[in-house]
């Protein structure tokens, strides 16, 4: 259980819906589209927090750890098209740390182009499939900024880009947690 410590599972009505990393006893860091939508009209808006709880210090996505809920969710301000996606998390208690629940350590330099990364997260095994009960882990590969324009036609320095074999990478549930 304490291979990843920092990972948790954000849930909203208290069903597991994408990853997030704790930061400090106060804040958990995940992706913005996983707690808020577009209108109509393309403005974000951020759902209440009272819909959401995180489960730490667990692996498994159904029992275990502590269940938190949240007291204010932050955005980034510009945040949209896959730009900026980063929300912070309040939660209404501090957490308590132990050998299961832990700070994710903060990178204090960019991933270098080859480094083999480790994400995590309770996303489907595969397109369409269901959410796994145990945490998994996945080993991908930062690609540089030219290769991802080459692949998915994005090209930013607030971007991340990972290789990954063909039917092995993060999927859906995977999204807003740790690397």
């Given at each position: 259980?304490?291979?990843?410590?920092?990972?948790?599972?954000?849930?909203?009505?208290?069903?597991?819906?994408?990853?997030?990393?704790?930061?400090?006893?106060?804040?958990?860091?995940?992706?913005?589209?996983c707690v808020g939508t577009?209108?109509?009209?393309?403005?974000?808006?951020?759902?209440?927090p009272k819909i959401f709880?995180?489960?730490?210090?667990?692996?498994?996505?159904?029992?275990?750890?502590?269940?938190?809920?949240?007291?204010?969710?932050?955005?980034?301000?510009?945040?949209?098209?896959?730009?900026?996606?980063?929300?912070?998390?309040?939660?209404?208690?501090?957490?308590?740390?132990?050998?299961?629940?832990?700070?994710?350590?903060?990178?204090?330099?960019?991933?270098?182009?080859?480094?083999?990364?480790?994400?995590?997260?309770?996303?489907?095994?595969?397109?369409?499939?269901d959410l796994p009960q145990?945490?998994?882990?996945?080993?991908?590969?930062?690609?540089?900024?030219?290769?991802?324009?080459?692949?998915?036609?994005?090209?930013?320095?607030?971007?991340?880009?990972?290789?990954?074999?063909?039917?092995?990478?993060?999927?859906?549930?995977?999204?807003?947690?740790?690397?």
């Amino acid at each position: 259980p304490g291979q990843f410590p920092y990972q948790v599972s954000l849930r909203r009505n208290g069903s597991h819906i994408c990853g997030g990393s704790i930061i400090s006893k106060n804040f958990i860091l995940t992706a913005a589209h996983c707690v808020g939508t577009f209108d109509s009209q393309g403005n974000y808006f951020t759902y209440d927090p009272k819909i959401f709880t995180v489960r730490v210090g667990s692996t498994d996505r159904f029992q275990g750890g502590v269940v938190m809920r949240i007291a204010e969710i932050i955005t980034h301000e510009n945040y949209g098209n896959f730009l900026n996606d980063v929300a912070l998390l309040r939660l209404e208690e501090p957490i308590i740390f132990s050998d299961n629940i832990q700070p994710i350590p903060l990178a204090t330099s960019e991933v270098p182009v080859g480094e083999k990364v480790i994400i995590s997260g309770w996303g489907r095994i595969k397109q369409g499939g269901d959410l796994p009960q145990k945490l998994q882990w996945n080993q991908l590969t930062a690609i540089s900024r030219n290769e991802c324009k080459e692949q998915i036609d994005m090209d930013s320095d607030s971007l991340i880009c990972l290789a990954h074999k063909s039917n092995n990478g993060a999927c859906n549930g995977d999204t807003g947690g740790p690397l």
